[in-house]
């Protein structure tokens, strides 16, 4: 009953926003969600990359990418207006933007691409389990 109360009031939040301002919430929100897909893709499918590395990385994206939105002016406020980040904020003469999950996800790939070297270097931990702690008690 909780969970159709909170379904319901969502729908009607969403209703009663203005269409633009949903839209942007909803990029602003994949912004940041998607960087959890490259720890997650490249941690379960490939053994190359360390896993401290693909932290590292998931908090270099997240960080750039929320300090893109909170940097992003809109009509009201000073902060988090829009998920489109202007490269003009970088000193370039252009009215281009780009959506701020994709410049994130890149920051995730690069730092995690370039400290698994790095971390492999590291000495391991030991492995401690045993084949009995795979059979059934």
């Known amino acids: 009953m909780v969970s159709v109360i909170l379904k319901l009031g969502a729908v009607g939040v969403i209703v009663a926003l203005k269409l633009s301002f949903a839209i942007e919430l909803q990029l602003i929100g994949g912004g940041i969600v998607i960087q959890i897909l490259p720890p997650l893709v490249l941690g379960l499918y490939t053994r190359w990359y360390h896993r401290w590395a693909l932290a590292a990385g998931w908090v270099v994206g997240m960080g750039l990418s929320v300090y893109m939105l ?46 698994t070297p790095l971390v492999r270097r590291l000495p391991r931990g030991q492995d401690e389990t045993t084949p009995a702690d795979y059979e059934e008690a």
């Open 70 to 115: 909170y940097v992003t002016p809109s009509k009201t406020s000073a902060h988090f207006g829009s998920a489109s980040f202007a490269f003009s904020s970088w000193g370039f003469d252009t009215k281009m933007t780009i959506w701020t999950g994709i410049i994130g996800v890149l920051a995730n790939l690069i730092v995690a691409t370039a400290l």
